[in-house]
């Protein structure tokens, strides 16, 4: 590995991660040296580099309480908002009110960076780091991708403008409200590259994006939308493929394109990651607009009751008569610390019932959203790094009391099955040959890793730099290319 790049990557990469990009010792596949494949690509790109956003996926931000400055969601250290307590619940957990809009129900918690590591207490040991999206952070290094969040950090001076930038977003909301966030991040990155080239504010600039799980589908709306939010009138968004005039190129990874079932059944029974962290309850996370668009599709027969036939998540009297989420009677002690102003249970499950209702008409009205049928635009190439090699829940069975099991397990990455990574429209119906997707992937990578493992994966390190720095851009011929170089 060239000198420069080694430089760059040992004042990025924390201990043992900089193996991922450097080539790991020891037994399995040989790694590739991604210093020798690329470093002369990454040197020599120059004012070519087509800068790069990077959108994590849900908890893959920062979040702040800007009222009381304390972590909300990425740091669990002392003096960490606790969702164990009434006090931490109420600022982890959205507002709801009856009768508002999501788009209103605002508080004061804000996100403040990409995830790149958790910050953690574990008994006496302070400030662990545990990490996170900085995989892909290190993956762009290796490629002279300069992020000026990571470069003040570390004392880096690329000497050169950059290329690099990393989308913050608020992962509690509708997914939809964050396309707004996306856009000006995407003008930003424009008008920095135009003021380091000298181009002229009518010369058209295009960005790469990578998105991860989540990421994927606010990416995926905002291509198609731009950013403009979901309508509250409950109607559709004008399809104007506005977003993609902006993008050239749009990378997908482990993105769960038709739903996980997975958030279903966190909406019913919580979410206790670890016991290093707080047991996020139904009661909290069912305020959560964005938790309910994680969910699959009733067509594809993913949550089924107990003869098989599919369950209708849409649908609020299915969680009030299964007791689920927001209806259950179990989380009326929750929404006591949610609603702290309403003494009387009647009102407090009057409340979140409205509630329930809102976040499911916008799932609704989301995954509609992404599943209109068209043709992106020309110019615009769609990337997908999939992964199928791990045991994947893909059917729950709904017993008659709402409980729910994985009863079916299937190719994916252990949280997302490579089916819904796909769009496979083939999912609850008929077998039928070759692959039925709405979407018009210009390519696909299957990898052998979990969810956040694919992008620390060798072969993801390998195909992202390559298709960033060495894939052929703008429809180029290679006869056209070879006639350039002998030039």
């Known amino acids: 590995m060239a000198p420069g790049l080694w430089s760059r990557v040992k004042g990025l990469a924390a201990g043992g991660l900089a193996v991922v990009l450097l080539g790991a010792c020891g037994g399995g596949p040989p790694t590739p040296d991604f210093g ?15 800068p790069v956003i990077v ?27 606790d969702a164990d307590t009434p006090e931490g619940a109420a600022a982890v957990a959205l507002p709801m009110r009856e009768n508002v809009p999501l788009s209103e129900l605002t508080d004061e918690v804000r996100p403040t960076g990409v995830l790149d590591s ?27 991708y300069a992020d000026e969040d990571i470069i003040e950090n570390a004392g880096i001076d690329y000497g050169g403008h950059y290329t690099c930038y990393q989308l913050a977003y608020d992962w509690r909301r509708d997914v939809s409200e964050s396309a707004a966030l996306l856009h000006q991040r995407v003008l930003d990155a424009q008008a920095a590259i135009r003021s380091a080239t000298g181009l002229s504010g009518d010369e058209p600039v295009k960005v790469d994006v990578v998105a991860h799980s989540m990421g994927g589908l606010l990416l995926r709306y905002y291509l198609r939308y731009g950013p403009q939010p979901l309508p509250e009138d409950g109607s559709l968004p004008e399809l104007t493929w506005e977003g993609a005039r902006h993008v050239e190129r749009a990378v997908l990874i482990a993105t769960p394109n038709a739903g996980s079932v997975e958030s279903t059944v966190q909406l019913v029974e919580g979410l206790n990651l670890n016991p290093l962290f707080p047991n996020y309850r139904p009661g909290v996370l ?20 107990q003869r098989g036939e599919p369950i209708d998540l849409y649908d609020s009297a299915v969680w009030e008569r299964y007791g689920w989420g927001l209806a259950a009677a179990d989380q ?21 019932l409205d509630h329930l209702r809102k976040c499911l008409a916008k799932a609704r009205q989301f995954h509609a959203a992404l599943d209109v049928p068209a043709s992106p635009p020309e110019g615009l190439e769609l990337f997908l790094f999939a992964g199928d090699a791990i045991d994947t829940p893909v059917v729950v069975t709904v017993d008659d009391r709402g409980r729910p099991s994985v009863t079916e397990l299937g190719p ?7 089916t819904s990574t796909l769009m496979d429209e083939r999912v609850g119906g008929g077998y039928a040959p070759y692959l039925r997707s709405p979407i018009d992937w210009t390519q696909i990578f299957f990898l052998h890793a979990s969810h956040l493992g694919l992008t620390r994966d060798p072969a993801f390190v390998d195909n992202l730099l390559y298709l960033l720095l060495e894939k052929p851009r703008g429809g180029a011929t290679a006869p056209e290319l070879i006639g350039e170089a002998r030039r």
């Open 332 to 352: 009326d002690r929750v929404l006591g610390w949610l609603l702290p102003g309403f003494d009387d249970p009647a009102a407090r499950r009057r409340i979140a």
């Open 286 to 305: 069912g305020t959560m607009p964005s938790i309910y668009q994680l969910m699959s599709r009733p067509r594809h027969a993913r949550v089924v009751d």
């Open 118 to 144: 958790v910050t953690a207490d574990i008994g006496f040991v302070r400030n662990l780091k545990i990490g996170a999206y900085a995989d892909i952070l290190f993956t762009l290094a290796a490629g002279d």
């Open 412 to 418: 994916g990455d252990k949280t997302v099955p490579r």
């Open 55 to 81: 959108i994590p996926g849900i908890l893959g931000s920062k979040l702040e309480d800007m009222d009381s400055s304390r972590p909300v969601w990425g740091s669990f250290t002392y003096g960490a908002v």
């Open 36 to 50: 020798r494949l690329y470093n002369a690509a990454a040197s020599g790109i120059g004012d070519d580099r087509t």
